[in-house]
């Protein structure tokens, strides 16, 4: 994998990791992290697929590799970044893994720009909108006080809690790292998009190409939901797993999104 950055339209330095393979008939498998993480963090898929598949792994604007500015932090700007990268590879199709934030911004992706060169939508443990509503929160969320109030250390319990099995002092760090590169206000407005949840099941459903649905338990209702009701969508609940699902069980991470590039009739090397 090699580090190749560009600017954006509003003139911000992106990052992201490429390998790709000479034949642009293969796919390219578009890695996209979630609120705050690195993009490193899908380092056991660029190792699985690694010579199977063109791969990328997007830093979004504020994490990992990317520059931190302070603008930006919308649904529609950091939608309007991953356009521009995709813009990158205009004679290649793509698949889009979208982890937790990335799964909102996937769906609004396709909602803004369309299905054009979409070969298939990966959507990893975030809500799509599917199932009750649930009670309604009154006041600010209590996690932005505790950002607001020791964000070093409540991003260092959010990132422990994210897995089942310790990844390691370095992988912590690293994900500690990015996580502090962004503003707070910043980090929490991501947190923010002013968006009912009838919006991203309005676009799931009208999604045409298949979709991947991989989630931990907690979501495994609207994983049956949407699978009895999206006539392409397949779905997989990863029962030993932490929100880091495609870490903690990461083989079968491989296998099952493996298994859905094979399904959509797409080559490898």
Not at 161 to 188: H, N, W
Request: with cysteine.
């Amino acid at each position: 994998m090699k580090t190749v950055c560009f600017d954006t339209s509003d003139q911000v330095r992106l990052c992201y990791a490429e390998q790709l393979l000479a034949d642009i008939s293969t796919p390219l498998l578009v890695f996209i992290p979630g609120w705050t993480m690195p993009a490193s963090l899908w380092e056991k898929q660029l190792d699985y697929f690694s010579g199977k598949y063109s791969l990328v792994a997007f830093d979004p604007r504020g994490q990992g590799a990317s520059a931190a500015p302070n603008f930006g932090y919308t649904l529609e700007r950091r939608v309007q970044d991953i356009k521009e990268l995709l813009d990158r590879f205009p004679d290649r199709s793509f698949i889009l893994v979208g982890w937790s934030l990335a799964v909102l911004e996937s769906l609004a992706y396709i909602e803004q720009f369309g299905e054009n060169r979409l070969s298939g939508l990966v959507l990893v443990d975030n809500s799509i909108g599917e199932g009750p509503d649930g009670l309604a929160r009154t006041g600010e969320n209590p996690f932005f006080e505790e950002l607001r109030t020791d964000r070093k250390e409540t991003m260092r319990k959010f990132g422990k809690a994210m897995f089942r099995t310790d990844p390691g002092a370095k992988v912590q760090d690293r994900i500690l790292a990015s996580a502090l590169k962004t503003d707070v206000e910043d980090s929490i407005r991501l947190l923010s998009y002013p968006r009912p949840r009838a919006y991203w099941k309005e676009i799931i459903y009208g999604v045409s190409k298949p979709i991947l649905y991989l989630v931990t338990p907690k979501l495994g209702d609207q994983a049956k939901n949407l699978t009895q009701k999206h006539p392409r969508a397949t779905a997989k609940v990863f029962e030993h797993s932490g929100h880091a699902l495609f870490w903690d069980e990461a083989d079968q991470f491989n296998w099952t999104l493996h298994d859905f590039i094979k399904r959509l009739g797409l080559l490898e090397r």
